[in-house]
């Protein structure tokens, strides 16, 4: 294991600078919503549901998480990235990530919400995402 390249102060506040909400991955997802004509059918980070998912279209039943490919251990090329230094640590917070995903996934659909999980590097391709929202939302 290679010694931190920061000291404490430092990589305390690049972790603090980690956010949660308002991503860029998860901007592109409202702003394509927002296309597609569902502009205030949804609210924000739904913390009475299981996962607290980014935007819940109550009226619709529908709930869509925006998950980052590194956070949530995704299989495209930037999920599949190793950490090299403190490993260990970091392939079993991203396992915990993926259980704690697919239990409230599990809990939703049980609940009778219909969700979708888009990832970090599909917002790259617009088009596709608008299809894949349009598709789920129309549903």
């Known amino acids: 294991m290679r010694a931190d390249v920061f000291d404490t102060e430092k990589r305390s506040a690049v972790m603090r600078a980690v956010k949660s ?6 901007l592109a997802v409202r702003a394509a919503v927002r296309a597609l ?3 205030r059918r949804y609210r924000l980070n739904g913390a009475g549901l299981p996962g607290k998912p980014d935007l819940v279209f109550s009226s619709l039943g529908k709930a869509i998480f925006v998950h980052g490919c590194f956070w949530h251990g995704h299989d495209c090329k930037r999920g599949a990235r190793q950490p090299k230094d403190n490993a260990a640590y970091w392939r079993a917070k991203i396992e915990r990530n993926r259980a704690r995903d697919a239990a409230s996934l599990k809990a939703l ?3 009778g919400w219909s969700a979708l999980v888009v990832w970090e590097c599909e917002i790259r391709d617009a088009a596709a995402l608008s299809r894949k929202l349009g598709s789920f ?3």
């Open 21 to 26: 909400r308002d991503t860029s991955p998860e």
């Open 37 to 39: 004509g569902y502009a």
């Open 109 to 111: 659909r049980a609940a």
């Open 137 to 139: 939302l129309a549903r």
